[in-house]
């Protein structure tokens, strides 16, 4: 199993007591599978997936990302899982606007020293980039922009791939040519995919599917 959550509960401050925001969350995703959270704003989906991904910590319950316990660890032990096992793809794209095109594909990778020059050229060939690895962020749109962050993630080849509204920002037609790339590349990596998505057309491209809905899985 890559990775098991199991009754995760979380809250933050609020003006008078605690707001809960996870209610005892548990999931479980095995390794090349993908999973979707769906839910309304504000029902827990994206601070789920942060805590999946050791971006916060959980007050409560176990999270297991190949058996070592995420919700355990201090900031240095989640920066190492970070930096070696998990991807993240956000919404807004957070492309390094100094950094080329091929600059950017390679920067994960090279901070986790798994920088591989062909793999970085076949993920900018399968994502259409090649003709724009010396272009800067601001002179590509949002589409190849996300192309470009998807790609960023792969290149470290990491073990989960988490996804906070990939496709959030690109219209339904390039959503889906995106998307498509990204489920073709986390299947050929063998790399687990946890999605979140309010689209039930994007959640449906996902083999399973799970909705939150005040911090609880409904």
């Given amino acids: 199993m890559l990775l098991t959550i199991a009754d995760v509960h979380k809250s933050f401050p609020g003006a008078d007591e605690p707001v809960p925001v996870l209610r005892g969350v548990s ?4 390794a090349g599978g993908t999973l979707a959270l769906t839910g309304e704003s504000g029902s827990g989906k994206s601070t789920l997936l942060h805590i999946a991904g050791g971006l916060d910590r959980a007050d409560s319950g176990k999270v297991l990302l190949l058996g070592e316990d995420v919700a355990q660890m201090d900031e240095r032990g989640r920066a190492r899982v970070r930096r070696g096992t998990v991807g993240v793809v956000f919404q807004q794209f957070n492309l390094i606007p100094s950094l080329d095109v091929a600059a950017n594909i390679a920067f994960q990778a090279r901070i986790a020293g ?21 272009r800067y962020p601001e002179e590509l749109s949002g589409g190849q922009q996300q192309r470009v962050a998807i790609a960023r993630t792969l290149a ?13 920002n690109l219209d339904e037609t390039t959503a889906e040519q995106v998307l498509s790339l990204m489920l073709d590349l986390v299947t050929e990596t063998g790399a687990g995919l946890l ?24």
């Fill in 27 to 30: 999931l479980t995703l095995d």
């Fill in 156 to 168: 470290a080849k990491p073990k989960l791939v988490l996804a906070d509204e990939p496709t959030g």
């Fill in 195 to 218: 999605m979140v998505t309010h689209s039930d057309r994007l959640a449906s491209r996902m083999e399973r599917r799970l909705h939150l809905a005040l911090g609880a899985v409904t």
């Fill in 114 to 134: 798994r920088h591989d020059e062909g793999w970085c050229r076949t993920l900018a060939e399968r994502m259409g980039l090649s003709g724009h690895l010396s």
